[in-house]
Nanobody, 115 residues
Framework: QVQLVESGGGLVQPGGSLRLSCAASGFTFSWYAMSWYRQAPGKERELVAFIASDGRSTNYAGSVKGRFTISRDNAKNTVYLQMNGLKPEDTAVYYC????????WGQGTQVTVSS
């Protein structure tokens, strides 16, 4: 019954910004930590950012630290990923992940960074 729907991806030039959103339903959103992962073709899926259920604690992959910010609005059942200073290496499908039970994944949203 868990549903995660990502949006906000697209094509952006190097140095540009995007904000991804993940709308959650089917569970008590505020009880669970959330994460963003990404996967490029031919590469393994990697953790990008993590946020605790109350939003007080966050963690980031070293490759995005200082450029990306994860946040959440528990009143709107939504988690966000603000991406600044985008690089071509950030090109990937970005997935929302909920820690509920064995874990739940969204369908992904494509981010392409290219000039």
């Amino acid at each position: 019954q868990v549903q995660l729907v990502e949006s906000g991806g697209g094509l952006v030039q190097p140095g540009g910004s995007l904000r991804l959103s993940c709308a959650a339903s089917g569970f008590t959103f505020s009880w669970y930590a959330m994460s963003w992962y990404r996967q490029a073709p031919g590469k393994e899926r990697e953790l990008v950012a993590f946020i605790a259920s109350d939003g007080r604690s966050t963690n980031y992959a070293g490759s995005v630290k200082g450029r990306f910010t994860i946040s959440r609005d528990n009143a709107k059942n939504t988690v966000y990923l603000q991406m600044n200073g985008l690089k071509p290496e950030d090109t990937a499908v970005y997935y929302c992940y909920a820690t509920k039970g064995s874990g739940s994944w969204g369908q992904g949203t494509q981010v392409t960074v290219s000039s």
